[in-house]
């Protein structure tokens, strides 16, 4: 009798430690129809060389920190320009008359270009050194800032409405520039038609290995908030998340995390600056 009093009263102290974890506010995606169409056999390359020439002169792979940083002290003003005239390139095609690989490239390197241009401003007129919270504010996401096929579009407008929801792909999060410390590393690579899958596998396992992105921590199980905000992208169920992180995070933490189930989200918001 004392030994299923003390069964049922562990499983209710399990219960309630689970109800009383912090509340997961994901962003929803809001899908936007315009988009929902490709050219199968459109043979139009999307050329890319001017981004990944940027972030070939200005990212740091080798930083002590063990995590990329951009160097936005140095960027020239010949290259904010090559930067913008990039931009205005991208916002000049139909990417309904891609094939689906090229859009798919095409709708993450606009994503970043805008991103980065808009962080670049942004620390040239005021030093910013955070992202989200001082900085960057949130509602910086939700302006326009590009057009494309007419249709004024926003950097949450590009993710949430285009490339979540059209492509359902969760390693497109880990091709995506934060500008954060938390995020994952910004790469010296872009995707392009030919290298999407190649590229998306690398920047995954790449994240994934790292402590930033899944970590052991007192007992919890630490995981980056882009797996909180985005958690339906990867997995249907906290199990289910658990057991997609395993086939990619080092052997030790993978079997450690087994049995594990008070999850904490954690992100470092500061500017991946030098």
Known sequence: ???????????????????SR???????????????????LSEINVDHTALQEILQAYVISDHPSGISRFDYDR????????????LDYLQLLEPRQLSEAEAKAYWVNLYNAATLNMVIDAYSNGR???????????????????????Q????????????????????MHFALFFCTLGGPDMP?????GENNNELLDKFQEKY??????????????????????????????ESALIRYLQQYVPEPVSE????????????????NQP
């Not at 960027?75 to 990039?86: E, F, G, R, S, T």
Request: charged residues 30%; glycine residues 2%; aromatic residues 10%.
């Open 75 to 86: 960027v020239l003003d010949d290259d904010k320009a090559k930067l913008q005239a990039y």
């Open 256 to 271: 450690a995390m087994n049995g594990v189930y008070d999850i904490r989200f954690d992100y470092d918001w500061a500017l």
């Open 22 to 40: 912090p509340s997961v506010s994901a962003i929803e995606m809001k899908p936007i129809e315009f988009w929902d169409d490709s050219e199968p």
């Open 152 to 171: 004024d579009m926003s950097l949450d407008d590009i993710l949430n409405g285009v490339i979540r929801p059209l492509y359902r792909d969760p390693r």
């Open 208 to 237: 994934l290995m790292q402590s930033r992105a899944v970590r052991l921590e007192d007992g919890e199980l630490v995981l980056s908030e882009i797996f909180q905000n985005y958690d339906t992208d990867f997995a249907d169920s």
């Open 128 to 150: 910013v050194t955070k992202v989200q919270a001082r900085g960057l504010p949130t509602r910086r996401w939700r302006r326009t800032i590009v057009t494309v096929a007419l």
């Open 1 to 19: 009798m004392l030994n299923r009093k003390y069964k049922l009263l562990s499983l209710l102290a399990i219960a309630l430690l689970l109800l």
């Open 188 to 192: 010296t690579e872009v995707l392009n």
